[in-house]
């Protein structure tokens, strides 16, 4: 029945800031992961979005995973990832951000294509098995996104897939191991 | 284990408002209940306590009930009945609020004595079961809040006792009717 | 030119809150005098208009006398002195707060009705000759207001008639005394 | 006595925006000036210092000229010119903004140092005979800029000094013109 949500597509990052390594879903997996997109210059995002996410990584600290996605749609010259890094320092943003690729002559980064992201700010949160449970464009009040995590963070984690996984690590079928 | 948590002492009220019933915590067992305990000349309430509580009215709708308690413990004769009726239609307040009784010669009202509120605004809420699963005096953010009830909301209505309940209603054992 | 201004009446107060005195409107010619008329029940009142004159008072201290004036027009029987002393120590409003007095039988208490304000909160400045210079029901933006303050302050204290006043003190004829 | 006001040193700008023209404080002479200090990088520039300088461009029309400069002393990289410009348009800012100058090699830019600023934002305002009248750093409320900028408006504009002015005009001794 949950199988109906959409499968969350893989990040397209040029470049991360705030984390030394080199987050993807895949590696998340398991994780319920709290995307924030938004653009730098974007006033809905500096007064709504950024700041609500900020809130998230206090409340829920090591039970969410946040990131920003900087995907620059407009002004591409104006955002650049020199501009991003002194924005992040001044904002005090310090979960790890990556900045959504662009292919050749595409105005629309890749991600922000992948998830079909109306503008920004956007609020995107994948749960434990790597699935959209929430995708909303503007404003959404911290009582109803509480309750959204809360809720997804309560969910089992899944059982790895038996057979080999990209990182290298292969899990034998288990039953039941962790109910 | 989760028997540790108190069992919430039944109100004591002397009125209601915004309802032609007389609601109990024992006729509301199986619901969430969220208890707003305030006072209308209360800073704090007008600015904070009581805009949450409307908003969790709003955002949960009729999964929990959500309700005012108005525990004077200053001010008595300035915070009457008269006033506070005018107060809730000047402020838009529609769910049901109770005025916390007063025992002869005692400054504390009787409900905000049994849940030891250590003022006002305080945040209560009461899960399926009739116990306190939260006891919060002053602020506490959106987020948290938001977590905490879709944790309740999700927990199983707990199955009727056998026997008579003080309704009139009688139930007979029952045997994982809702698993 | 000036004299198109409307004389500013006499306040009708049937009891003052924070001063021992009786401020009249009389006793205050030659101030520049803020009147914030408001219900303590009302909203606007208590989220917008009084933090504004607590703001007036603060920023132009003896340049101006900041007045309170209480004029219930509704729920009468919910903002009687007894309620509004609770709230002007529950709310830290510290200058001198005049109760609108009312004939008998008229919703619309009588100061109020003699500056035909339009509702609460609403904002009344009254010149150092006694004249009605703003008089502005619902919000009024700070910048505004403290241009117009400036103003009025910076005008000349008118001289005093000749003859005697109501307060007893009698004044011969000047000059330009203090030009 | 008056003159006691600091000059205010002239402007040293490498480009305007939302302007064809190119202000200088000795073309304004005679005007109310009101220079808002930014970076478009800093938080309380865009919190605080350029909403209050919209809501003076809102409130006092024509009675005073708003400028923005933009001072960078940080980040500089991050804020250029081509950053900004969207930035302004982002954040619907529609007076005239400048660049302030730089010095090779030197951090802080010419204009912030001959004014002495201490950060951004900084409120400037300069009256009509050219003098620093006012200069904050951080916060100050709308009451007091409202008050000082309508004390500056109704300050009489100077004669123009005898003799030639840099922009070609010649004004003969006058007296008393416009007592």
Not at 66 to 93: D, K, Q
Not at 133 to 145: A, W
Request: charged fraction near 20%; glycine fraction near 8%; include cysteine.
């Amino acid at each position: 029945m949950q199988s109906t949500y959409p499968a969350a597509p893989e990040l397209a990052i040029t470049r991360w800031f705030n984390t030394a390594g080199n987050p993807s879903l895949a590696n998340l997996r398991g994780e319920v992961v709290v995307i924030e997109a938004f653009q730098m210059l974007c006033p809905g995002c500096v007064s709504h979005g950024l700041p609500q996410a900020k809130r998230i990584q206090l409340v829920f600290g090591n039970d969410v995973a946040v990131l920003g996605l900087h995907c620059v749609f407009e002004h591409h010259e104006a955002m650049t990832p020199v501009s991003l890094e002194a924005f992040l320092h001044e904002y005090r943003i310090t979960f790890p951000v990556g900045v959504d690729a662009h292919q050749d002559g595409v105005t629309l980064p890749i991600t922000m294509g992948r998830y079909q992201l109306q503008g920004t700010p956007s609020l995107v949160v994948i749960d434990r098995a790597g699935r959209i449970r929430l995708n909303v464009f503007g404003q959404v009040d911290d009582l109803s996104v509480g309750a959204a995590l809360a809720r997804l963070i309560d969910e089992p984690r899944p059982e790895p897939e038996a057979g080999c996984r990209r990182d290298g690590g292969c899990a034998v079928p288990t039953e039941a191991s962790d109910a």
